[in-house]
């Protein structure tokens, strides 16, 4: 049981996936500082300034448009970048990979494949009681 998790935990998607949350997660606060920093003020500069700026009052609730706004921006920037930095990068090589320009992933050799076969039937028979090792013919072990 403990040898499934840890070859889960080490396939490379599973690390590949843990760093792409973890710059995501970081590219979006570098937005969002950004956002609140800049575009937040000069929305409510454009809006007519003072302490009620970007937004408007109905029966004393205060609807915060500029906070809006800016979430707005902040998610149109952090999409466009993600878009332009990792989509269309992984798009045009996955092309080209179908045009036969670049080579794909490596297929197993038969060795690899062999040695995967070997293994699953060890696994296997270990399973069934420990002494179905022996229906492996010698020469094949």
Known sequence: ?????????LRGNIVDLAVAVVVGAAFTA?????TNAFLKP???LFSGGGEFAGTFIVNDVVFDYASFINALITFVLTAAVIYFLVVMPLKYVEERRRRGEEE???DPTDVELLTEIRDLLREQSG?????????????DR
Request: net charge positive.
């Open 1 to 9: 049981m403990l040898k499934g998790f840890k070859d889960f935990l």
């Open 104 to 106: 794909g992933p490596a």
């Open 30 to 34: 570098l937005v969002t500082a950004f």
């Open 42 to 44: 000069l929305i409510q």
């Open 127 to 139: 399973r069934a009681g420990g002494a179905g090792t022996d229906r492996i013919p010698q020469q």
